[in-house]
């Protein structure tokens, strides 16, 4: 269905769930006239993904790929008198989502330069393999810190490599809401305290010279914090 042109991304959530949830889909590849329907879990999400775009195309939703593809979020929404930062992520609504929400020390430097970033927008789309296709079972636009929430070993969910955290991934938020963060503070307080744990070096100023960042983790909580005050609501 064709809606009016999306006027944010509150009202690109609820047509979206209008228009796709609890619906099904399929992938079908055919060699020399033998179709075959994909179920594979990669093949599914990669697809939703290359379909949305040219849903919000069709519903006169201006979404312009991030210039820089090694930081996050993927998209910039334009609207008529403002932009706002979103990422979209979809996985096997029958697993826990294993995708990656941000590096790890990527997100660290981004957010130290741009901290309004902690405010972009992801918009999560749950699938289920069927026997015909998929099916999609969950839509949300949800903020960061709702994705994140401290894990077993660490201050937060983390893929670790080498000893060293590599990516910030997501906790099961769509069975588990309350596992997860309340709010940016709880998130960058999480952050910090993974700095610390997996960056020792970094803690007093004295042996920054050694570290990868010019900052200690207690100056990027402070100077994050003081910046994201007024944009707490």
Aim: aromatic content about 12%; proline content about 7%.
């Amino acid at each position: 269905m064709v809606h009016e042109n999306i006027q944010s991304l509150d009202e690109m959530e609820h047509l979206l769930k209008e228009d796709i949830l609890h619906k099904g889909g399929n992938i079908t590849i055919s060699i020399g006239d033998i179709p075959k329907i994909s179920h594979t879990r990669d093949i599914i999400g990669n697809c939703i993904q290359e379909w949305l775009p040219q849903w919000f195309k069709d519903n006169g939703l201006d979404l312009e790929p991030n210039k820089s593809t090694q930081t996050f979020p993927d998209f910039i929404a334009h609207f008529a008198n403002r932009s706002e930062m979103v990422d979209i992520k979809c996985w096997n609504y029958k697993q826990s989502p294993g995708f990656d929400i941000a590096n790890f020390d990527s997100f660290y430097s981004v957010v130290y330069n741009n901290p309004a970033k902690l405010f972009a927008k992801y918009l999560t789309i749950g699938y289920s393999p069927t026997r015909h296709g998929f099916t999609i079972e969950y839509v949300n636009l949800l903020n960061m810190w709702e994705l994140v929430g401290k894990s077993a070993k660490y201050p937060l969910s983390l893929q670790v490599k080498r000893k060293r955290p590599y990516a910030i991934r997501p906790i099961n938020f769509s069975k588990y809401p309350k596992k997860a963060f309340n709010d940016p503070v709880a998130l960058i307080q999480a952050v910090r305290a993974a700095r610390i744990l997996f960056y020792p070096e970094e803690v007093h100023a004295h042996t920054l010279d050694s570290a990868q960042t010019p900052y200690t983790p207690n100056e990027w909580y402070e100077k994050v914090y003081n910046s994201i005050q007024p944009l707490i609501k």
